[in-house]
C-alpha cells in the first residue's frame, strides 16, 4: 500500500496563479482532509470530504475549492493564488465512525506565493 | 470555541532523562483525544486515541494519560530517534474534524 500520496512535492506560483493540489490514497477511505501547517500556527482544516461527491468546509476555507470525484482522490485547488496561501499542505483519510478519529497523512506539498 | 494548548513549545532532553509533555483542551463533548508525531519534512504519524478520563496508552518509550482538563505524554529515557514535534487533537461534536494544537518540538542528545 502506498498510503496517503500528494503531488507535487514543492511548487512556487507567482500571486494571482492557479493551480491544483492532488492527493489519492488506497486504503479504501470514506474520509478525506485537506489542511495547512504554517510556523506558529498548527494544522488548520482547509476542508474535508465524508465521501464521494460531498464535500464541507473546515476552519480556513477562504481562497480554496476542493472536489471529491472518486472516492480515492481529493482535490485541492487555488483559483487566484495570494502570498498569504504560502504553507505546507497535508492531505488525510480516514474511516468512517470511531477510526474517524485516526488520521494517515501524508508527505506533504510546499508551497511559495511569491 | 473548541481549543487545544500544548506545552512547553520546546524541550530539550538528554538521553534517558525522563519527561512529560502538556496538552491541555477546551472542547464541547469530547470525543477523543489524540496524539500524533511528526518528523521534519513529513506528515502527522498517529501515536495514541484517548477517549475517557483516567484511560493509558503506551508505545515502546511513550505513554499517554488523560484527565478532563489535560492529557501528558510521558516518554521514558527517551533516546535521540525520539527527536520529533508532538501534536496532540481533540474532536468534539462534528464526525472527523480534529482541532490540533501547536505541538512540542522535542529534542533528545546523546
Known amino acids: 500500500n502506498a498510503g496517503v500520496t500528494q503531488t507535487p512535492k514543492f511548487r512556487v506560483l507567482k500571486t494571482g496563479q492557479s493551480m491544483t493540489l492532488l492527493c489519492a490514497q488506497d486504503?479504501?477511505?470514506?474520509?478525506m482532509y485537506w489542511y495547512r501547517q504554517d510556523p506558529g500556527m498548527g494544522l488548520r482544516l482547509i476542508h474535508y470530504?465524508?465521501?464521494?461527491?460531498?464535500?464541507a468546509k473546515g476552519e480556513v476555507p477562504d481562497g480554496y475549492n476542493v472536489s471529491r470525484l472518486k472516492k480515492q482522490n481529493f482535490l485541492l485547488g487555488l483559483e487566484s493564488a495570494a502570498p498569504s496561501q504560502t504553507s505546507v499542505y497535508f492531505c488525510?483519510?480516514?474511516?468512517?465512525?470511531?477510526?474517524?478519529?485516526?488520521?494517515?497523512f501524508g508527505p506533504g506539498t510546499r508551497l511559495t506565493v511569491l | 470555541e473548541d481549543q487545544v494548548t500544548q506545552s512547553p513549545e520546546a524541550l530539550r532532553l538528554q538521553e534517558g532523562e525522563s519527561s512529560s509533555l502538556n496538552c491541555s483542551y477546551t472542547?464541547?463533548?469530547?470525543?477523543?483525544l489524540f496524539w500524533y508525531r511528526q518528523d521534519p519534512g513529513k506528515g502527522p504519524e498517529f501515536l495514541f486515541t484517548?477517549?475517557?478520563a483516567g484511560e493509558e496508552k503506551e508505545k515502546e518509550r511513550l505513554k499517554a494519560t488523560l484527565t478532563k482538563k489535560e492529557s501528558f505524554l510521558h516518554i521514558t529515557a527517551p533516546k535521540p530517534e525520539d527527536s520529533a514535534t508532538y501534536l496532540c487533537?481533540?474532536?468534539?461534536?462534528?464526525?472527523?474534524?480534529?482541532?490540533f494544537g501547536r505541538g512540542t518540538q522535542l529534542t533528545v542528545w546523546p
Open positions: 470530504s465524508v465521501g464521494e461527491g460531498t464535500t
Open positions: 486504503m479504501n477511505h470514506e474520509y
Open positions: 484517548l477517549y475517557s
Open positions: 487533537a481533540v474532536r468534539g461534536s462534528t464526525l472527523g474534524r480534529l482541532y
Open positions: 488525510a483519510s480516514s474511516f468512517l465512525g470511531k477510526r474517524a478519529n485516526e488520521q494517515f
Open positions: 472542547v464541547s463533548g469530547l470525543r477523543g
